[in-house]
């Protein structure tokens, strides 16, 4: 298994996911690991916290997910750390691994999510933002990808189980077996994101609208949530499989080469291979 210490990989004592309290009905929560947003099993373990506070909370109506980066949302999965560090964490509350368990709760919990996207959403960062209720996204500086299956591995957060329901089959596989950058016209289209909003206007329009969401009801916003949860979520059965997925390919050699590769052209360092990493997961000219 490769490893590589870098900025992202190693354990940092700063906090990773940020809780900002506007108001007892509404949170902010910002993806905070500096330089590229990487998820490491800090980070997986103050989300799930972060999660289990929005369940239990009796007043929170709405949290928005966001990024204090412009650049990436968030890059994706820290791919270069020793692998026994993920798979040894402690399962969550459903019993799942905390990275599946975690997206899990978020969707069913009694509590409104919307994912504000700018910069980079790939691999995990698209998985968040799939796991929440709504997502919208800056017009002109968004990109969501699964770069997984060009880097020899298998999407471990579990988009095979949501993004059939939200684009169709067909769009899912493009999306997840072209392991290409989508931008957010084209995820707008598509149905992977809500709506594709300037970038000038997306903070506004989103703290806007979950202003106006958290102001309503809450057993009106929690039942009625409910209701489309029971017929559009996957069932948690369909989320674990994934992540057991991703945790015996990335180990391959071809995982392991193809990271090898691209570990040499700067995944994982502020480069062009993660500002573009669906051009260089596939064949270049």
Not at 40 to 63: G, I, R, W
Request: aromatic share 8%.
């Amino acid at each position: 298994m490769i490893t590589q210490q870098t900025a992202e990989s190693a354990k940092s004592t700063a906090p990773q996911v940020e809780i900002i309290r506007h108001s007892p009905e509404y949170w902010r929560v910002n993806l905070n690991n500096p330089p590229l947003n990487i998820m490491t099993p800090q980070m997986v373990s103050e989300f799930s916290a972060m999660v289990t506070a929005v369940e239990t909370d009796a007043n929170l109506k709405v949290v928005v997910i966001g990024s204090n980066n412009p650049d990436y949302f968030m890059a994706h999965y820290d791919v270069l750390r020793d692998a026994a560090e993920s798979i040894n964490m402690k399962p969550g509350p459903t019993g799942m691994h905390p990275v599946p368990d975690a997206f899990v709760r978020l969707s069913r919990a009694p509590v409104v999510s919307i994912a504000s996207i700018r910069g980079r959403a790939t691999g995990s960062g698209s998985e968040i933002a799939l796991a929440c209720d709504m997502r919208f996204a800056s017009r002109e500086n968004a990109i969501l990808s699964h770069w997984e299956v060009g880097a020899g591995f298998v999407p471990g957060g579990g988009p095979m189980a949501r993004m059939p329901r939200l684009m169709g089959r067909g769009r899912a596989l493009e999306v997840l077996l072209g392991a290409d950058d989508i931008d957010a016209e084209l995820a707008e289209l598509y149905g992977y994101i809500n709506r594709a909003i300037p970038d000038e206007s997306l903070d506004h329009f989103v703290d806007s609208f979950a202003r106006r969401i958290a102001s309503f009801n809450k057993e009106a916003i929690v039942r009625t949530k409910k209701f489309v949860d029971d017929i559009s979520l996957p069932s948690d059965a369909e989320m674990q499989p994934a992540w057991d997925a991703f945790v015996s390919t990335v180990v391959k050699a071809p995982a392991q080469a193809k990271l090898g590769e691209l570990v040499k052209l700067g995944l994982q360092q502020p480069s062009n291979v993660e500002r573009m990493l669906g051009y260089y997961v596939g064949p270049r000219d």
